[in-house]
């Protein structure tokens, strides 16, 4: 791996940059089998390391595969003698208590160690980096380090029913996923980024960054027909993004949770959150035999001190929202589709509460007020049809100074 190539994806810390200058290229075991698996744990433990993760289906795979590449420095010092090559690049394979399925395979390379355990269709797969101090070539001192880049390839029709991925320092990228149904995704990372490209069909979605990045999710919607979404995404210091695409719920199905729910967090980035329903249900709605079956869907948007906005498109008139969009310091901006029909209130104490009407041609609807000032708007809407739907409640709130905005189309 050349030092141009390396520099691309290094953080942005001088020791960490002085370690990447004397990397060796990873040339050690790049391949690791998952056969039969439908539930996958892939954590990136401990470490002075920096990982991309990138989970895609292809063609040609038959099975899950996790693959391997990047740069490590090396395990020992070039410039103690008593070190020789074929000592510092060993490879360690050994084998663990089987207790079902294919037992447990650990591997250790220059530091890295990988480590699977298979109980049953249920594998984790384990990596961390064990770092010591060597010295650069001016006698310094340094931690060692490990540039990694681990693809998580996909048969395109996999039957696998959970994914989770978690990592210290990584970013974790998904792709061409749409022919997978998952009943969970779980991707966490403490500092770094989740991003999932295209669209991703999961009953039940969850992205965390725990300190600095961003989470965006392009396209979300649900893989079990009849099932409810549940999507959760924080970003403490970064922008989240969520895009959601929503089905009616088929509630006489044995589900704990009846509501579709969409939460989205951040600290002091921006929240974005926009829920549409799939264009091959707009039809279905009509239908009178599953009115009772649209469901109501929950969303929560919250930001410290970041913009908020959602724009939500409801499956029909009989579909109940509870929307809860909140900034500190920021602008909060809602638009609704109009079918919506219930309780709202939005306050904005310090700057300026605004409600913009339906402007659908040959909407019906109409806006009740039982408080109207500058800074704080309540009341009641009816639906397209005229009828007010109880159970309907939008709050938007914006604490210090920032202006609300709530927009009926």
């Known amino acids: 791996m050349s030092t141009e190539s390396k520099g691309q994806v290094s953080p942005d810390d001088d020791e960490f940059n002085r370690c990447v200058y004397n990397t060796l290229e990873y040339d050690g075991p790049s391949e690791f089998n998952l056969a039969d698996t439908k539930n996958l744990d892939f954590v990136v433990g401990s470490g002075n390391y920096d990982a991309n993760i990138y989970v895609y289906t292809a063609a040609d795979a038959n099975e899950p595969t996790i693959e391997i590449r990047g740069a490590v420095s090396p395990y020992y010092d070039d410039n103690d003698p008593m070190t020789s090559l074929a000592s510092r690049k060993k490879i360690i394979p050994k084998r663990g208590s089987r207790t079902g399925g294919r037992g447990e395979m ?36 340094y931690s060692t380090c490990a540039l990694l880049q681990m693809d998580l390839v996909l048969p395109p029709a996999v039957d696998l029913q959970r994914l989770s991925i978690h990592g210290n320092q990584v970013k974790i990228h998904t792709r061409d996923l749409k022919g997978i149904r998952f009943d969970t995704v779980s991707l966490s990372s403490k500092r770094g980024e989740i991003h999932v490209m295209d669209l991703i069909r999961a009953d039940t979605v969850v992205a965390k960054v725990e300190e600095k990045g961003d989470v965006t999710l ?46 989205a967090i951040s600290q002091t980035g921006t929240v974005q959150v926009n829920v549409h329903a799939k264009p091959s249900e707009r039809s279905l709605v009509e239908d009178q035999s599953i009115r009772s079956s649209l469901g109501s869907l929950w969303v929560v948007a919250q930001s410290e001190s970041g913009q908020v906005q959602t724009q939500i498109s409801l499956l029909g008139k009989d579909q109940n929202l509870r929307l809860q969009g909140e900034s500190k310091t920021g602008k909060v901006t809602s638009i609704i589709s109009d079918e919506f029909s219930g309780r709202f209130n939005i306050e904005a104490p310090l700057g300026i509460a605004m409600i913009e009407t339906a402007t659908k041609p040959g909407s019906s609807s109409q806006i009740i007020y039982e408080k109207e000032l500058v800074t704080t708007k309540a009341g009641t809407k009816s639906g397209q049809d005229g009828k007010e739907i109880h159970g309907g409640q939008v709050e938007l709130r914006s604490r210090f100074g920032g202006s609300v905005f709530l927009g009926f189309v």
Request: no cysteine; charged share 25%; aromatic share 8%.
């Open 218 to 263: 392009e396209s979300v919607e649900v893989a079990t027909t009849g099932a409810v979404l549940e999507i959760a995404a924080t970003a403490k210091k970064g922008d989240v993004l969520v895009n959601a695409l929503i089905s009616p719920a088929d509630l006489s199905r044995e589900m704990d949770q009846k509501d579709s729910k969409i939460v």
């Open 106 to 141: 650990n591997t250790v390379y220059q530091g890295l160690h990988f480590e699977t355990n298979r109980t049953g269709d249920h594998t984790t797969f384990f990596v961390w980096y064990e770092d010591h101090i060597l010295q650069d070539e001016w006698g310094m001192p």
